[in-house]
């Protein structure tokens, strides 16, 4: 263990700092609290610098450029912040399937909020107010174009004993 310098240490914290940033920039981290980051990047500069051996055989930026994002997305994990109109699809869709008796989609709840792709398509074909509400009905049509009806609903019963036919 050595002991570092004041200037290794801030050039370790800024390196970690910007790391940060892109990883920030790129998703692949959410930091909710920047002063925790910063105390955390101190930590971690202070443990790094103290513990490099400067004359082994391992370069210091390119051994900090390797276990600074590991650390960063380690303890950052990337959690997606939900929009407004996301969010309002998203409670629409939970509502539903508390309620519906049959479910009225061709795939479950859990698929569609998990397909990033039909998700961007619903936002898309509705008109959300500055709230991030929508008309429910063009919410529903929007679902049915979008994921597709169940199946089990497309599925007409067979006209049996004492149901009339069209046209009888």
Same mark, same amino acid.
């Given at each position: 263990?050595?002991?570092?310098?004041?200037?290794?240490?801030?050039?370790?914290?800024?390196?970690?700092?910007?790391?940060?940033?892109?990883?920030?920039?790129?998703?692949?981290?959410?930091?909710?609290?920047?002063?925790?980051?910063?105390?955390?990047?101190?930590?971690?500069?202070?443990?790094? =610098?103290?513990?490099?051996?400067?004359?082994?055989?391992?370069?210091?930026? =390119?051994?900090?450029?390797?276990?600074?994002?590991?650390?960063? =997305?380690?303890?950052?994990?990337?959690?997606?912040?939900?929009?407004?109109?996301?969010?309002?699809?998203?409670?629409?869709?939970?509502?539903?399937?508390?309620?519906?008796?049959?479910?009225?989609w061709a795939l479950p709840a859990d698929e569609i909020l998990q397909n990033e792709e039909l998700l961007r398509k619903v936002e898309k074909a509705i008109s959300f107010d500055s709230q991030?509400?929508?008309?429910?009905?063009?919410?529903?049509?929007?679902?049915?174009?979008?994921?597709?009806?169940?199946?089990?609903?497309?599925?007409?019963?067979?006209?049996?004993?004492?149901?009339?036919?069209?046209?009888?």
């Amino acid at each position: 263990m050595r002991d570092y310098t004041e200037n290794e240490l801030c050039e370790t914290v800024f390196y970690l700092a910007r790391y940060a940033e892109c990883l920030e920039i790129d998703k692949a981290i959410t930091v909710p609290d920047e002063r925790e980051l910063f105390h955390m990047l101190l930590d971690w500069a202070r443990e790094f =610098t103290r513990t490099f051996e400067l004359d082994g055989e391992k370069d210091y930026m =390119t051994e900090l450029e390797s276990q600074g994002p590991k650390w960063l =997305t380690t303890t950052f994990p990337y959690m997606p912040e939900l929009d407004r109109e996301r969010e309002a699809i998203a409670d629409f869709l939970q509502f539903e399937e508390s309620t519906s008796a049959i479910w009225p989609w061709a795939l479950p709840a859990d698929e569609i909020l998990q397909n990033e792709e039909l998700l961007r398509k619903v936002e898309k074909a509705i008109s959300f107010d500055s709230q991030g509400s929508c008309d429910t009905d063009a919410l529903y049509d929007a679902l049915d174009r979008i994921v597709g009806i169940n199946p089990a609903l497309n599925e007409a019963p067979a006209p049996g004993p004492g149901m009339s036919q069209p046209g009888m």
